[in-house]
């Protein structure tokens, strides 16, 4: 039984789980152990063959991915070690950053440090960033979209060749 499911088994659902979810994660951590939480509390599914992301929106050539300079994060997709970000709806945190394979397919990044305070516990979810702190939500291009988050988000661009994932 994994603790999502020892949890909801346990009587916790919508932010209440989250909360909890995302409550033991160390600063140190290279990653949340992430599970995307749709509104009606399933997961949802896959994007991938044999380790190579293909479906995700916007894959660009090797060649053109090697001309990025600047990275803030790379990631090697094929491992294992990032199999969440394979996921449509999956999310892992990667040296600070969230990054996320969004509903419509296509590959996101955000600081995982909030506007409000300085905490570390921004997630993806239900298609926009959250903070798991105090609530504040932010759209996928970091623009505030209630109280807690009026100074906005800071959102890095994010490219693949489907084997290789650059954030920069
Ligand atoms: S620290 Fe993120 S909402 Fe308060």
Redesign the pocket.
């Known amino acids: 039984m994994t603790r999502y499911e020892f949890l909801k088994s346990a009587g916790f659902s919508g932010a209440a789980l989250m909360a909890l979810l995302t409550s033991c994660v160390r600063e140190d951590d290279k990653y949340v152990n992430a599970l995307t939480v749709a509104p009606d509390n399933t997961t949802t599914g896959t994007a991938t063959t044999a380790g190579t992301v293909t479906s995700v929106l916007g894959i660009i050539t090797t060649e053109e991915l090697n001309k990025i300079t600047s990275t803030k994060a790379k990631i090697d997709l094929t491992s294992a070690n990032y199999a969440k970000l394979k996921t449509v709806g999956g999310y892992m945190i990667v040296s600070n950053i969230v990054i996320a394979l969004s509903k419509s397919n296509t590959y996101i990044a955000a600081t995982v440090t ?1 506007s ?2 300085p ?1 570390k ?1 921004m997630i993806y979810y239900n298609n926009e960033w959250y ?1 798991t ?4 939500r932010f759209s996928l291009t970091g623009a505030g979209l209630n109280g ?1 988050a009026r100074a906005g988000l800071k959102v890095y661009k994010v490219a693949t060749d489907g084997k290789t994932l650059v954030v920069y």
Do not use: F
């Open positions: 909030c409000h305070e905490k516990q903070c702190a105090h609530g504040a807690n």
